[in-house]
């Protein structure tokens, strides 16, 4: 994992590229790490670490699963605040 100003730059990217959605009041479920990429920075989710995998339906598919650091869900959230209007639920 990056820096905080790194994973933010590249999560703003994903969200207006549309790779990302903002975040909304999405299924939320954690778990240990299973060295899935994290949909957030791309990095190996360790199984030392704990991965939220968040359920979200949007332009991804009608449901998606998206593994993340809880470090990088967190970010997510912050950024997806800027996206009030195109934020899902
Ligand atoms: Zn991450």
Known sequence: MGNTGEIRRLIEA?????QLPPAGT?????????????????????RSQLEY????????????????HVYCYHVWHQVSLLWPAKAIS
Do not use: Y
């Open 14 to 18: 994903r969200i207006l590229s549309g």
């Open 26 to 46: 999405n299924e939320t479920f954690g778990r240990r790490g299973g060295g899935s990429a994290c949909a957030c920075c791309d990095f190996p989710i360790e």
């Open 53 to 68: 995998d968040v359920e979200v339906i949007s332009e991804l598919g009608p449901q998606a699963t998206l593994a993340m």
